[in-house]
């Protein structure tokens, strides 16, 4: 099972980017998605989840300007980033918790990181 994230890149203050993120390989059930970031000399940190089409969380700092949503269809999940600072410059990075094939437990995958740059 891989998570692969695009998306990323530099904006000026106040625009907007989007993400995506995309679940490959051998599973039966994707139970939860979700956006993780680490800024700048700081711990990584929930950003955003969506356990399925409605029932999504924010962390604070992002409530009113992210927007999460998911794709079941095409097991991906999205970030619309809009109005956005410099304190979001950071790495971003994709969450999933899928049980794979044949197996009984759910894991939790990482997507490799993508790099958010806002400049004032």
């Known amino acids: 099972v891989q998570l692969q994230a695009s998306g990323g890149g530099t904006v000026q203050v106040g625009g907007s980017l989007r993400l995506s993120c995309a679940a490959s390989?051998?599973?039966?059930?994707?139970?939860?998605m979700a956006w993780y970031r680490q800024l700048p000399m700081r711990q990584r940190e929930l950003v955003a989840s969506?356990?399925?089409?409605?029932?999504?969380r924010y962390s604070n700092d992002v409530k009113g300007r992210f927007t999460v949503s998911r794709d079941i269809a095409r097991d991906s999940i999205y970030l619309q980033m809009d109005n956005l600072k410099p304190e979001d410059t950071g790495v971003y990075y994709c969450?999933?918790?899928?049980?794979?094939?044949?197996?009984?437990?759910?894991?939790?995958?990482w997507g490799q990181g993508t790099l958010v740059t806002v400049s004032s």
């Open positions: 390989g051998t599973f039966s059930t994707i139970k939860l």
């Open positions: 969506v356990r399925n089409i409605s029932d999504t």
């Open positions: 969450n999933a918790h899928i049980r794979p094939i044949d197996d009984h437990l759910w894991r939790n995958y």
